[in-house]
């Protein structure tokens, strides 16, 4: 299935295309979006051109991947992942790139919007995620979106030379549906 545009009240989420290019390549997160995700700050995907360059061939190839946009700005990406179509199941990541975008709602706002997208339009019974056990702004932002704690992975991430739980987290389609 193509990946479409989607919108919501304030962004745009635009699947990788080569008319974005540039924009694309001149958009670097913070340091702390990368501690977020679990790499190590001097460990950055894309330090280089050519590993920009790496990275954005292959999300040409991903389907559920979108760039968010909020006007002309690039403020993050979002996707959904390793889905299984016998399960109907799926994994849901999001990052936003820099702090100025931190703490408006604008988290729960591309939930609400790609959860919407997969138990509507690809028919899925449930997405889950993993989140740094220290990403609690994160944690807080899912939990009001819907999503319930389901256990933890202890020692599951290594970054900066020390050890970190992942916490999964998850929501089934009636528990989106009963939000609503």
């Known amino acids: ?6 919108k919501s009240q304030n962004l745009l989420y635009k699947p990788p295309s080569r008319e974005d290019y540039e924009v694309l390549r001149n958009t670097r997160p913070c340091d702390e979006f990368y501690l977020m ?8 995907k894309y330090k280089t051109d050519e590993q920009f360059e790496s990275n954005f061939v292959a999300a ?12 002309s700005e690039v403020i993050g ?17 999001v990052g936003i790139y820099h702090e100025a975008n931190w703490n408006q ?18 028919g899925l019974h449930k997405i889950d995620l993993k989140v740094l056990e220290y990403n609690t702004r994160a944690i807080a932002s899912y939990k009001k979106s819907g999503f319930i704690v389901e256990g933890k992975l202890r020692e599951n991430a290594y970054i900066n030379h020390r050890w970190h739980d992942d916490v999964l987290m998850s929501i089934l389609s009636r528990e989106y549906y009963a939000l609503r």
């Not at 995700?37 to 950055?44: I, P, R």
């Not at 109907?88 to 990541?93: L, S």
């Open 60 to 71: 040409l190839e991903r389907d559920n991947y979108w760039y968010i946009f909020r006007g």
């Open 37 to 44: 995700v679990g790499e190590s700050v001097d460990d950055h």
């Open 105 to 122: 709602g604008l988290g729960q706002e591309i939930c609400k919007t790609v959860l919407a997208y997969a138990f509507d339009e690809l």
């Open 77 to 93: 990406v979002v996707f959904i992942h390793s889905i299984n179509l016998t399960d109907k199941h799926g994994r849901y990541a």
């Open 1 to 6: 299935m193509k990946t479409t545009e989607l």
